[in-house]
């Protein structure tokens, strides 16, 4: 990586300042867009086809989700790389632990959700350096006299991650396939200044570290930074406690760094690298459909998320012109399906939170089409499978001809890596 361009851009970032307005913000994603078209879709078989006069029109582009932009891979992306070398790569490095995957210059890389669907993403070198560079401003300000500890617990490692370790970061990958316990040991050696990881591994740490009781731990880190999952409002609750520090959340995924929270804690989406289009659901949610200009080995154009985002209705004090969000709906990984009915999991935790306070822990697993597994830790099981039950049943109800089967667990949980108060595993592929 070539850390004079990282600080060129990053300076120009700093220079170009904030916008000013929704309109002036808009007028330079279509700066963006021409020059982008030129420089990129020229270059994508997939794309080349509706490039008329040097420009496209966007809106006549199609749009795509995971399954096409995987069957098209090989058409889309500019670097001439194949879809099945790719994977077989991209495999073996995850399942042998040893990340360093690279075809050429191009970084592969794997991404499963626990859905287990698998997807593959490409990163070359500038763009590795316009990653840090966002990173750098809008999730961990460097302080130019100290470096920053920073342990990221990660399922697996990629040099795209690593490529911020720099004389401003120390980076420490911690493997989050290793047993929790030791690894909260060597987080309690490290002492880092930032802790990054996803929400369910910051709450296995939590438990660990104060043993159950939520008090604040004896080292404290300085930022606390959540990705890849949902976090839900009271673990957020549980984190600050315990770690007395500000949580900056990021969406980010294989399709790119979508967003940022801000510091008023608002997550905003980086429309200064996207343009987000909203299929609406009602007049509160929409389904993103992502282009993404940062992305030039594998272009992401009129990408539909499979998230549902929640529009945030009174604008963030923060006075940024770029997309506020109140909550991020649905990642595949949690969703249950039931009867052809998505099932989000906050509405549900919240309606079970609401229907029964008198379990310590609950997990909520979806192991068939018609079938879930609910292991409740509590000494009123009885109590709480009622409740559960009840709520479960709303969505039941609606249809009940069909047979749908819940099994039920009384159980202990031991604070493991996996736990999470509601879990789809249908389609689990990797082995
Ligand atoms: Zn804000």
Not at 32 to 42: D, G, H, K, Y
Not at 355 to 381: H, L, M, P, W
């Amino acid at each position: 990586m070539n850390k004079l361009q990282v600080l060129k851009q990053f300076l120009g970032l700093k220079l170009r300042g904030k916008f000013r307005s929704r309109e002036a913000l808009v007028a330079y994603q279509e700066i963006r867009w021409a020059a982008f078209v030129n420089s990129t879709l020229t270059q994508s078989p997939f794309y080349l086809p509706y490039i008329k006069g040097g420009k496209v029109n966007r809106q006549t582009l199609p749009i795509i989700e995971k399954a096409t932009f995987m069957d098209h891979f090989n058409e889309i992306n500019t670097v001439g790389i194949d879809r099945d070398e790719a994977m077989a790569l991209a495999v073996k490095a995850e399942s042998s632990r040893d990340f360093d995957s690279t075809m050429g210059d191009i970084t592969v890389g794997l991404s499963t959700g626990t859905s287990g669907k698998r997807g593959l993403f490409l990163i070359s070198p500038s763009e590795r350096e316009s990653w840090v560079v966002m990173v750098m401003d809008r999730i961990l300000p460097p302080k130019w006299l100290k470096k920053q500890k920073v342990a990221f617990f990660l399922r697996a490692n990629s040099n795209l991650y690593t490529s911020v370790q720099s004389a401003i970061y120390d980076f420490k990958y911690f493997d989050i396939f290793q047993p929790i316990e030791s690894l909260a040991k060597d987080l309690l050696v490290y002492q880092p200044d930032v802790l990054a990881g996803q929400p369910s591994i910051l709450m296995a740490l939590t438990d660990i570290l104060t043993q159950g009781n939520s008090k604040p731990t004896p080292w404290r880190p300085k930022q606390i930074v959540s990705f890849a999952e949902v976090l839900h409002t009271e673990d957020a609750a549980v984190l600050k406690t315990v770690f007395d520090a500000p949580i900056r959340e990021v969406y980010q995924c294989t399709e790119g760094l979508l967003g940022v929270s801000c510091d008023h804690g608002t997550m905003h989406l980086n429309e200064d690298n996207l343009i987000v289009e909203q299929e609406w659901i009602d007049d509160q949610y929409f389904r993103p459909i992502v282009t993404d200009f940062t992305r030039k080995s594998q272009p992401v154009i009129r990408y539909r998320m499979s998230d549902v985002l929640k529009v945030k209705q009174s604008p963030c004090e923060c006075g940024s012109p770029f997309m506020a969000i109140e909550k991020i709906l649905g990642r595949d990984d949690d969703v249950l399906w039931i009867q052809g009915k998505r099932v989000f999991p906050d509405v549900l935790s919240r309606k079970i939170a609401l229907a029964t306070d008198a379990f310590s822990r609950y997990e909520i697993v979806q192991t068939g089409e018609a079938e879930i597994q609910v292991y409740i830790q509590s000494n009123k099981f009885e109590e709480t499978k009622a409740a559960i039950a009840s709520v479960l049943d709303e969505y039941l109800l609606a249809q009940q001809n069909q047979p749908f089967q819940i099994l039920w667990h009384s159980t202990k949980f031991n604070p493991s890596l996996k736990q999470r108060k509601i879990r789809h595993e249908i389609q689990h592929t990797i082995h």
